[in-house]
């Protein structure tokens, strides 16, 4: 009985599969590292703050120049509860928490789907903001609210976030 026929088709064939293996792997492995890369948006931001009465200090916040940046994708970090105001909107305390999404309360923020240049948003509603850090986070995915109509700090999602801007208030 040959037998060496057999065993060329079995060498063949185990050369295949790890073949087919090892490139499944490294494709996955590839599209892992590109998909987990997606830049942050490039941005310039200038602060105010405004002329008021330490009980109701506001902080004007303007992206000067740079990307404009999708407003679903956009986190208001603090260290202290503060609210999102707008041009028509002024921050209320009543909602103020640690993450505010920019486009929650029917566009409170006045910004639309979009954040341009030359476009502005109010922190504060808290009184005195001394003392508080605030960052502008960028998601490369949507920021997800609270079920309790955003009584809840917002949460970060993936760990590609980036912080496009800090500042802590004197």
């Given at each position: 009985m040959n037998n060496r026929a057999v065993s060329s088709v079995i060498a063949v064939l185990l050369m295949t599969?790890?073949?087919?293996?090892i490139a499944a792997t490294v494709t996955v492995f590839v599209y892992d590292i590109s998909s987990?890369?997606?830049?942050?948006?490039?941005?310039?931001?200038?602060?105010?703050?405004?002329?008021?009465?330490?009980?109701d200090e506001r902080l004007e916040l303007t992206l000067t120049h740079g990307d404009e940046i999708r407003?679903?994708?956009?986190?208001?970090?603090?260290t202290e509860p503060v609210d999102i105001g707008g041009p028509d909107t002024d921050p209320n305390d009543r909602f103020?928490?640690?993450?505010?999404?920019?486009?929650?309360?029917?566009?409170?923020?006045?910004?639309?789907?979009y954040w341009t240049a030359g476009e502005s948003i109010l922190l504060g509603g808290v009184g005195d903001l001394s003392g508080i850090t605030i960052r502008v986070v960028w998601n490369p995915v949507e920021v997800q609210k609270d079920d309790r109509g955003g009584r809840d700090p917002s949460e970060l999602i993936g760990e590609n976030s980036v912080i496009l801007w800090e500042h802590t208030v004197e």
């Open positions: 599969a790890v073949t087919v293996i987990a890369t997606q830049p942050g948006p490039s941005a310039s931001f200038e602060q105010q703050l405004l002329d008021e009465s330490e009980s407003a679903d994708q956009v986190l208001i970090v603090s103020a928490t640690v993450g505010e999404k920019l486009t929650e309360g029917n566009d409170q923020s006045g910004v639309g789907d």
